[in-house]
């Protein structure tokens, strides 16, 4: 095999995973030249020794990379900190990685984290501190949760929109009463022995939804999603406040998020509620490209998010 065709496939998975292009890293580091900086923290969430760990900024428009710089970790009392010294003010993307099998690909077992979620970076800063997850799984599963078939979807994005969509509405209707005889009489008046029995039911039913949403997909596949809608209900608006997290994971054109827990708030009418969100699994087909991914799927949803 090539030198350039190794240097490609180390890439393919770090696109996925650290949103950076095969120039980003197929190359040397461009020199820094400026005398700007980002600095930080690193740690990692199982408190792992990150000795040999680097960060790297990576210059918009992250698909070219035009401009890499790197710097090393290095031990800041019980912790680790960084120093990257940059050419202009960006905006850069700053990921953090500890490559614990010494390949040179980002694979499971290594430590992996993205500043700010993957949001822009200018310069000069001095960042959060970063924290890096372990990769778990196969390298099949670490990249589908970067890439998959449809294109980079790791980073933040949002989404607002004013659409017809299926919601669960209360009606009330009414139902036949058992009753002895040849059939049910559907007359009758209603009340107390009545033929006819009257119920409030939930049904899907098509309304105009106002909704906003907020998508965190991190290198290691964990996503938090913020939903926010409102709609009709009878004379008043209902509105719904969610906040989904679990994991994510993409392949074949479908984007799945297995939800391991979140919570639920509504108000309207008058009336106000909150609960847990169990755990579920929801499944759309899915298009990445650049700043905009398109999640679609039965019930009306087509939701075109942006960075």
């Known amino acids: 095999m090539s030198t350039r065709t190794k240097l490609a496939r180390r890439f393919a998975l770090l696109s996925g995973l650290l949103m950076a292009s095969a120039a980003c890293f197929a190359g040397d580091p461009a020199p820094a030249l400026g005398r700007l900086t980002i ?3 690193v740690a990692a969430a199982d408190g792992a020794a990150l000795d040999g760990g680097k960060v790297i900024a990576c210059s918009a428009p992250y698909k070219a990379c035009k401009t890499q710089v790197e710097a090393p970790l290095r031990r800041d009392g019980t912790g680790y900190a960084f120093t990257l010294t940059v050419p202009d003010t960006g905006p850069y993307q700053i990921v953090a990685w500890k490559d614990v099998d010494g ?5 499971p077992g290594d430590y992996l984290g993205m500043a700010r979620d993957g949001a822009a970076v200018t310069a000069p800063a001095a ?8 990769v778990e799984g196969t390298a099949a599963t670490v990249a589908a949760a970067g890439t998959g078939s449809g294109g980079a979807v790791t980073g933040s994005w949002s989404q607002s929109s004013t659409t017809r969509e299926l919601v669960l509405m209360p009606k009330i209707k009414f139902q036949p009463s058992l009753a002895t005889g040849y ?15 009257t119920v409030i039911v939930n049904e899907s039913t098509s309304v105009t939804v106002n909704r906003s949403m907020t998508l965190t997909i991190r290198p290691d596949g964990g996503f938090s999603w913020r939903i ?5 209900e009878g ?10 997290e679990g994991r994510a994971t993409a392949s074949g054109g479908s984007l799945t998020f297995a939800i391991e827990r979140g919570t639920e708030q509504w108000s ?6 909150s609960g847990a969100i169990g755990p579920s699994r929801e499944s759309y087909s899915y298009r990445a ?6 999640i679609s799927g039965s019930g009306g949803v087509n939701w075109a998010f942006h960075r």
Request: aromatic fraction near 4%; hydrophobic fraction near 30%; charge should be positive.
């Open 39 to 41: 600095s930080g923290t």
């Open 103 to 107: 390949n040179n690909d980002a694979s």
């Open 127 to 134: 960042l959060p501190r970063i924290a890096v997850k372990r």
């Open 183 to 197: 059939g049910t009489n559907l007359g009758g008046t209603f009340g107390a022995g009545s033929a006819t029995n």
């Open 228 to 232: 926010t809608r409102s709609y009709p």
């Open 235 to 244: 004379s008043c608006t209902k509105t719904v406040n969610q906040v989904k």
């Open 268 to 273: 309207g009418c008058g009336k106000a509620g």
């Open 289 to 294: 490209a650049g700043a905009a991914l398109t």
